[in-house]
């Protein structure tokens, strides 16, 4: 959790406005008519099939897809599995050749999940969390039906059926979506801390029906914890921060950064960087510039991707931003402990 986040986002006081929707009906009628189409394009979906096997460690796990349709990206390692589904159209679930059952059920009549406690060693939520009215409620009773240590993961990108999909989710940013679902996991109470994957910014696929749009890939973000009481058997799943880089080519890359003394823009994540000004330091004379510009972009591929970097090659938590020295027209890392570290100088 971020340490200097302020709970807001599922202030109970505020609840019933949050987690509205423009279509209030029941849910079973917005799902009586099947949707047997693939709600992301080919890369975001293979993407989803990658995460899962990396993060899924265990060997022959019973697997729940909550929230589940006819297809559940299950890689083929996994697919011989004992998997449940749990959904709202039926016709759905059958179509679907994972599942070894299934069963219709409605999370926003009915938050409890018809499973015993400690039954299942993976539950799986993609791209539906952002129509549940009562998240908490429900990622509680997740915490419940998994084995100690077991892993719950929530996938979601950037489309929805907006009139099904609460007012908070709606109208929060890509980021924001992050802070609320890492602090519904810490609301529960019922799983250790959280992970983070993001992948943005990849270009879209050439065979895909909006490639002439110019809109990269659908970006995948997932959030995901575990259950306390890991076996010390069972082998740990990889480092907390991954993060597939928008696969830009090199040259793109390059023209970028080319262009940086124009642009005052990341190359990596196209964000505008920060004027900084250089601290004085009596001490140490590292740069004779009065200013940098440094990128602060929290979901800055390069960023993002440092934290992991710093952390395989020296152990320690700490992760760089991109920096320009516009005097020298140099571009190169700054470290930063942190993600509040450097910020008290940006000066606009
Ligand atoms: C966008 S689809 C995603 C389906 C699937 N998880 C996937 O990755 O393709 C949203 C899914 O959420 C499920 N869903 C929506 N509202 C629900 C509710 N109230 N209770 C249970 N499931 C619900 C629907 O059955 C639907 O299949």
Same mark, same amino acid.
């Given at each position: 959790?971020?340490?200097?986040?302020?709970?807001?986002?599922?202030?109970?006081?505020?609840?019933?406005?949050?987690? $509205?929707?423009?279509?209030?009906?029941?849910?079973?009628?917005?799902?009586?008519?099947?949707?047997? @189409?693939?709600?992301?394009?080919?890369?975001?979906?293979?993407?989803? @099939?990658?995460?899962?096997?990396?993060?899924?460690?265990?060997?022959?796990?019973?697997?729940?897809?909550?929230?589940?349709?006819?297809?559940?990206?299950?890689?083929?390692?996994?697919? $011989?599995?004992?998997?449940?589904?749990?959904?709202?159209?039926?016709?759905?679930?059958?179509?679907?050749?994972?599942?070894?059952?299934?069963?219709?059920?409605?999370?926003?009549?009915?938050?409890?999940?018809?499973?015993?406690?400690?039954?299942?060693?993976?539950?799986?939520?993609?791209?539906?969390?952002?129509?549940?009215?009562?998240?908490?409620?429900?990622?509680?009773?997740?915490?419940?039906?998994?084995?100690?240590?077991?892993?719950?993961?929530?996938?979601?990108?950037?489309?929805?059926?907006?009139?099904?999909?609460?007012?908070?989710?709606?109208?929060?940013?890509?980021?924001?979506?992050?802070?609320?679902?890492?602090?519904?996991?810490?609301?529960?109470?019922?799983?250790?801390?959280?992970?983070?994957?993001? $992948?943005?910014?990849?270009?879209?696929?050439?065979?895909?029906?909006?490639?002439?749009?110019?809109?990269?890939?659908?970006?995948?973000?997932?959030?995901?914890?575990?259950?306390?009481?890991?076996?010390?058997?069972?082998?740990?799943?990889?480092?907390?921060?991954?993060?597939?880089?928008?696969?830009?080519?090199?040259?793109?890359?390059?023209?970028?950064?080319?262009?940086?003394?124009?642009?005052?823009?990341?190359?990596?994540?196209?964000?505008?960087?920060?004027?900084?000004?250089?601290?004085?330091?009596?001490?140490?004379?590292?740069?004779?510039?009065?200013?940098?510009?440094?990128?602060?972009?929290?979901?800055?591929?390069?960023?993002?991707?440092?934290?992991?970097?710093?952390?395989?090659?020296?152990?320690?938590?700490?992760?760089?931003?991109?920096?320009?020295?516009?005097?020298?027209?140099?571009?190169?890392?700054?470290?930063?402990? $942190?993600?509040?570290?450097?910020?008290?100088?940006?000066?606009?």
């Amino acid at each position: 959790m971020h340490e200097n986040f302020i709970p807001l986002l599922v202030d109970p006081s505020h609840h019933q406005v949050n987690f $509205s929707r423009m279509d209030e009906s029941d849910d079973a009628l917005f799902y009586s008519k099947e949707r047997l @189409v693939s709600h992301l394009d080919s890369l975001a979906l293979e993407t989803i @099939v990658d995460l899962i096997e990396n993060l899924v460690v265990e060997d022959n796990p019973t697997i729940l897809d909550l929230m589940a349709s006819w297809d559940s990206h299950i890689p083929v390692r996994l697919r $011989s599995c004992r998997i449940t589904g749990l959904g709202m159209n039926e016709t759905e679930l059958k179509k679907n050749e994972v599942l070894s059952d299934y069963v219709v059920h409605d999370l926003n009549r009915d938050c409890r999940l018809p499973f015993p406690d400690g039954h299942f060693d993976v539950v799986l939520n993609t791209v539906s969390v952002d129509y549940l009215k009562n998240p908490v409620e429900v990622f509680r009773e997740v915490g419940r039906i998994l084995k100690p240590g077991g892993l719950f993961l929530v996938i979601f990108s950037n489309r929805m059926f907006p009139e099904k999909a609460v007012k908070i989710w709606r109208e929060s940013s890509e980021e924001e979506r992050i802070l609320l679902l890492e602090e519904i996991f810490q609301e529960t109470g019922a799983f250790d801390s959280t992970g983070l994957f993001i $992948s943005k910014g990849r270009p879209r696929p050439s065979d895909d029906k909006y490639a002439n749009l110019g809109t990269p890939s659908d970006p995948v973000y997932a959030i995901y914890a575990e259950k306390p009481g890991k076996a010390a058997s069972r082998k740990s799943r990889p480092p907390i921060r991954l993060l597939k880089e928008g696969a830009m080519n090199k040259d793109t890359l390059e023209t970028k950064k080319e262009q940086i003394h124009k642009t005052l823009r990341c190359p990596h994540c196209d964000e505008k960087m920060k004027k900084w000004a250089v601290p004085e330091n009596p001490f140490e004379a590292t740069w004779e510039n009065e200013f940098l510009y440094i990128c602060f972009n929290d979901n800055c591929p390069y960023y993002v991707r440092g934290w992991d970097h710093v952390y395989k090659t020296t152990s320690r938590m700490a992760s760089y931003r991109f920096m320009y020295n516009q005097d020298k027209d140099i571009c190169s890392p700054i470290p930063v402990p $942190s993600p509040k570290a450097l910020r008290e100088s940006i000066i606009d």
